[in-house]
Nanobody, 126 residues
């Protein structure tokens, strides 16, 4: 089990950028695939991006391809989501998630992840 703490959310105008960070506790971080999901009130959690635990395979939702980049730094137990060209429809609470030895075919399924952060609010104004 890992504990996850997100940061970096905030209010930004459409077209702007934000960088989300997620720091994990524990010594086995490198064995976890890491994902970012987002959620609006009353809506199901939506996959955004994920990065693998071995060779760093990345997967993105179609809605964010070319605008968002996920990366990880295992030495710092951290995963990042760099967001550019933000749109009002990107507004949501963003969650970091960890899935031990998760394979890429399961990256977009939130039920496959073991641990979650508390979330950070991203608001994009038009």
């Amino acid at each position: 089990q890992v504990q996850l703490v997100e940061s970096g959310g905030g209010l930004v105008q459409a077209g702007g950028s934000l960088r989300l960070s997620c720091v994990a506790s524990g010594r086995t971080f490198s064995s976890y695939a890491m994902g970012w999901f987002r959620q609006l009130p009353g809506k199901e959690r939506e996959f955004v991006a994920a990065i693998g635990w071995s060779i760093g395979i990345t997967v993105y939702a179609d809605s964010v391809k070319g605008r968002f980049t996920i990366s990880r730094d295992d030495a710092k137990n951290a995963v990042y989501l760099q967001m550019h060209s933000l749109k009002p429809e990107d507004t949501a609470v963003y969650y970091c998630a960890a899935g031990r030895y998760l394979v890429p075919g399961w990256f977009s399924d939130y039920r496959r992840y073991d641990d979650w952060g508390q979330g950070t609010q991203v608001t994009v104004s038009s």
